[in-house]
C-alpha cells in the first residue's frame, strides 16, 4: 500500500510539473532558429538605422541632458534655461545634471550615436533581465528575436527618437529588485535611478511595505546620498529644485496633450477639462493605495514578479505626467504573460504598445480636450491597460490563494494553495504518557 501511494504521488507530480511555465535554465540551441533570430536582429537593427538616418530624428532629450552637463560646468543656472525648438527645460534632479557632465565631452553628433547605441545595448539587457525575472527558458534563439521585436514596441521606439534615458532606468531597477536575497549593496542600484528621476522612488515604498526593511532602507540611504552629492555640488541648484520646480509639472509639459499616457492625461481628455485637479489627485491616490496593496499580496502569494510589475504600473500610473516612452516597462510585463503562455493576452497588449493608436488620431495642441467619447480608448491604451492588469491582479489574489514554498505556479496561472498535513489524532494512551 505504501508502495502504491508512493507511485501516486510521483505521478501527480510529474502531471503538476508538467502543467507549469518553462523555467530559466540552459537548453539546447538550435543553430538554425538562432540563425534566423540574428537575421531578424539585424534586418530590425538596419530599419531603425535607416530610418533615423533618412528622417535625421534629432534625440531632442539628449540635448537636454547636454545643457544641463553645461550647466554644470559653466556653473549657470540649471533651472532658468530652456533649448532645442521645442524650448525645453531642465526636470531632473541636481543629482542627475551631474552625471550628464561627461555629455559635453563629445561633439553633438557624437553624443547622439552613442545614445542610439547605448540604447540598443541596454535595449538587449532588459530583454535578457525581463526574460531571466520571468524564468523563461533561456534559449538564445528566443532572446535574440524578442530583442527584434522590442525595438518596435512604441515605449521604447520612442526612448530611441528622444534619446531618453528610461531604457537605463528600468534595468537599474530590475537588476536591483532581482538580485538574490543577501546581495552586497542589494538597493543601492534602486536608489541611484530614484536619485536621477524620482518616480522610482515608489520602490523603495514597495520595498518596506512588503517586508524588505533592510533593502528598503538601503534605497533609501543611496538615494538620499544622490541628494546630498547635489547639495555639495551644486547647493543653490538643489535649494532651487527640492523647494520650487519640483513641484512644478507645468515644466515638464501640458497634461492633456495625448503624449501623455498616465492617469492624469486619461481624466484630462476625458472630461474634457486642461486640469483634473481634485478629481484626478483623489483618483491617483486610490490607485497608489491599491498599486501598493496589490503588490504586497502578490508578495504573500508567492507572486514576486507580478508585485514588480504592479508597482511599475502603479508608478507611471500616478506620475502627473507620464509620456508614452516611460512604459518601457511592458517589456518584462509581456515576458511575465509570456512565461505563464498567455498567448492571447499577449498578443493584444503587444499589439496595444505597438499600433501607436494615440498618434494615429488627428490632434493638436487644445484639440486633445475636445476629443468624443468614442475615440478615448485609443488616445489613453496604455493607462486602460494599468488600470485593467492591477483590477485582473486583484481578482487572482482575492482569496489570499498561495503558492507553495519552493513551487513555480500552473501554468494557468493560478497560484496553488499551501496545503498543510492534517494533524494525527492522538490515542488515549499517548496523551496520558506525554503528561
Keep these: ?189 534602486l536608489g541611484v535611478a530614484a536619485g536621477i528621476k524620482l518616480t522610482p522612488a515608489i520602490f523603495i515604498v514597495h520595498l518596506l511595505v512588503t517586508g524588505k526593511v533592510r533593502n528598503g532602507l538601503t534605497a533609501l540611504a543611496s538615494f538620499v546620498a544622490t541628494v546630498l552629492f547635489g547639495i555639495l555640488v551644486l547647493p543653490a541648484a538643489s535649494l532651487d529644485f527640492w523647494t520650487r520646480r519640483m513641484f512644478e509639472t507645468g515644466r515638464v509639459g501640458k497634461v492633456w496633450i495625448v503624449d501623455n499616457q498616465s492617469l492624469q492625461g486619461l481624466l484630462a481628455r476625458g472630461l474634457h477639462t486642461m486640469e483634473p485637479g481634485v478629481v484626478w489627485f483623489g483618483c491617483a491616490a486610490v490607485v497608489g493605495l491599491a498599486g501598493l496593496w496589490i503588490a504586497r499580496r502578490a508578495v504573500r502569494a508567492g507572486m514576486p514578479e507580478w508585485s514588480i510589475v504592479a508597482v511599475a504600473v502603479t508608478m507611471v500610473l500616478v506620475s502627473p505626467i507620464s509620456w508614452s516612452h516611460h512604459w518601457v516597462w511592458c517589456v518584462p510585463l509581456l515576458a511575465l504573460l509570456l512565461a505563464e503562455r498567455r498567448f492571447r493576452t499577449v498578443a493584444v497588449v503587444a499589439f496595444l504598445f505597438t499600433c501607436r493608436s494615440f498618434w494615429v488620431i488627428p490632434h493638436k495642441g487644445d484639440l486633445d480636450v475636445q476629443l468624443p467619447w468614442w475615440q478615448q480608448p485609443a488616445l489613453s491604451p496604455y493607462p486602460m491597460v494599468g488600470l485593467v492588469l492591477l483590477g485582473w491582479l486583484a481578482w487572482r489574489l482575492r482569496d489570499g490563494r498561495t503558492v507553495a514554498d519552493g513551487a513555480a505556479p500552473p501554468a494557468t496561472g493560478e497560484p496553488v494553495r499551501r496545503s498543510m498535513p492534517e494533524p494525527r489524532k492522538r490515542t488515549p494512551s499517548e496523551s496520558r504518557s506525554e503528561n
Design 1 to 189: 500500500m505504501t508502495t502504491d501511494r508512493t507511485e501516486n504521488a510521483r505521478a501527480a507530480t510529474a502531471r503538476v510539473s508538467s502543467r507549469r511555465p518553462a523555467q530559466g535554465g540552459p537548453r539546447a540551441v538550435h543553430p538554425r532558429a538562432l540563425l534566423a533570430a540574428r537575421v531578424l536582429l539585424v534586418v530590425s537593427l538596419a530599419a531603425l538605422t535607416t530610418l533615423f538616418v533618412v528622417a535625421r530624428i534629432p534625440l531632442g532629450d539628449t540635448l537636454v541632458y547636454r545643457a544641463e552637463g553645461q550647466a554644470v560646468v559653466n556653473g549657470t543656472s540649471l533651472y532658468d534655461f530652456v533649448t532645442t525648438e521645442w524650448k525645453l527645460p531642465a526636470t531632473y534632479p541636481p543629482f542627475a545634471a551631474i552625471l550628464f557632465v561627461p555629455t559635453t565631452w563629445l561633439p553633438v553628433t557624437a553624443m547622439k550615436i552613442c545614445f542610439f547605441v547605448g540604447n540598443l545595448a541596454l535595449l538587449a539587457l532588459l530583454v535578457r533581465l525581463s526574460w531571466r525575472f520571468a524564468k523563461l527558458p533561456r534559449r538564445p534563439e528566443l532572446i535574440t528575436a524578442a530583442t527584434a521585436f522590442a525595438i518596435w514596441l512604441e515605449p521604447v521606439f520612442q526612448t530611441f527618437v528622444f534619446g531618453q534615458i528610461n531604457l537605463a532606468l528600468a534595468c537599474l531597477v530590475l537588476w536591483d529588485l532581482t538580485r538574490p536575497k543577501g546581495s552586497l549593496g542589494k538597493g543601492v542600484a
